[in-house]
């Protein structure tokens, strides 16, 4: 949970270099200088602004995952869209490319079909909350150049998940 909370202020560093508005909310309590506390009514009130909000440290409880997290809070904004950026994977493979160099790579990819092959994109409760919720997952490559921008355009390889 730390971790995230260490990842997000990185990214609000990246965003305020830009000169882009950006705050972080934290579900574990901190210091107000480092994160606020998140809260729903005030995210809102954010996003409405034209704020980029980064949400840190899960949902403050053990046995949720990032996945489900942020399947949670975006469901709560009411979100349309999570931007998933994984370390060097460029998608959603029906094997872990990384150990098959004959992975095949989707292009777009349901829910069900997630849950029902095992794929270990997301857990299973992440990926019915989505489903559930009507999002949308765009899964690409963080590592690659100008990948969040990219991500935002749709000009990088990806995998769409859908309902």
């Not at 997000?8 to 000169?19: I, T």
């Not at 489900?68 to 998608?91: D, F, P, W, Y």
């Amino acid at each position: 949970m730390i971790s995230t909370l260490m990842n997000a202020l990185a990214l609000q560093s990246a965003f305020e270099k830009r000169k882009i508005p950006v705050r972080v909310q934290s579900s574990i309590r901190v210091d107000e200088k480092i994160a606020q506390n998140y809260v729903n009514e005030k995210c809102v009130k954010y996003l409405e602004n034209k704020e980029v909000v980064i949400f840190a440290g899960g949902t403050g409880r053990p046995y949720f995952t990032t996945d489900t997290t942020s399947a949670l809070v975006a469901s709560e904004i009411s979100a349309k869209l999570i931007l998933m950026g994984k370390n060097g994977v460029k998608g959603v493979y029906d094997s872990d490319p990384k150990q098959n160099p004959n992975a095949k790579k989707f292009d777009k990819i349901t829910f069900d079909e997630i849950i029902e092959k095992n794929l270990k994109v997301m857990d299973s409760t992440a990926a019915s909350m989505a489903k559930d919720n009507n999002l949308e997952i765009i899964v690409f490559d963080i590592t690659e150049k100008n990948a969040l921008s990219r991500a935002l355009k749709g000009d990088i390889e990806h995998t769409k998940l859908v309902r």
